[in-house]
């Protein structure tokens, strides 16, 4: 019996180092800061005193969202003068989360037309246009957060199929030691 509890701990350990070195080529080393690759930026249309969340996604040079990285939105041309950030300014500076977006709260100015709106984030720059109109349709709240389903991450399937092989392996041991015996 005891042979076989070795047996089982050695094959759960193997899978363990399979699982382990089966991942390792995702993991990298990574710059800190990490590289601009990218900067996008994404507002929507708003009424006139109503406020907007205004989003810019910074990605690095493999396409992967960076994390932890200020974006600086600054408001470059608008139809009025009373459009402002929550803040109370024409610029506000947010930090993007793991997800890789960065997000301010414009309060649009009294008069329609368009907002330009330019984000900084390292060295690349980008811009939005913000349309102020009177009448638009209310949308009905908030979109939902992308990947904020109950999907599993696929490395977790992964690593439960490879423990599961481990385990029936183990077991494939033991029974066939112990009709041996």
């Known amino acids: ?71 600086t939105f600054t408001i470059t041309s608008q139809p009025g003068t009373d459009a402002r950030w929550a803040n109370g300014g024409l610029e506000i500076t947010a930090t993007t989360g793991a997800n890789g977006i960065a997000t301010a709260v414009l309060t649009a100015g009294s008069t329609t037309g368009n907002i330009i709106i330019e984000t900084v984030s390292g060295e690349k720059t980008s811009q939005v246009t913000v349309a102020v109109q009177s009448g638009l349709p209310t949308t009905g709240g908030a979109p939902a957060l992308e990947g904020s389903g109950s999907g599993v991450p696929a490395w977790q399937i992964a690593f439960l199929a490879i423990g599961a092989a481990a385990l029936v392996g183990g077991f494939a041991i033991i029974v066939r030691r112990n009709k041996r015996a």
């Open 1 to 71: 019996m005891r042979k076989s509890a070795v047996s089982l701990a050695a094959v759960l350990v193997l899978a363990l180092l399979a699982a382990g070195i089966a991942l390792a080529p995702g993991v990298r080393a990574q710059n800190y800061p990490p590289p601009v690759g990218s900067l996008s930026v994404e507002g929507a249309s708003t009424t006139p005193g109503s406020t907007s969340n205004v989003t810019a996604t910074v990605l690095d040079n493999s396409g992967d969202p960076v994390e932890g990285v200020e974006v």
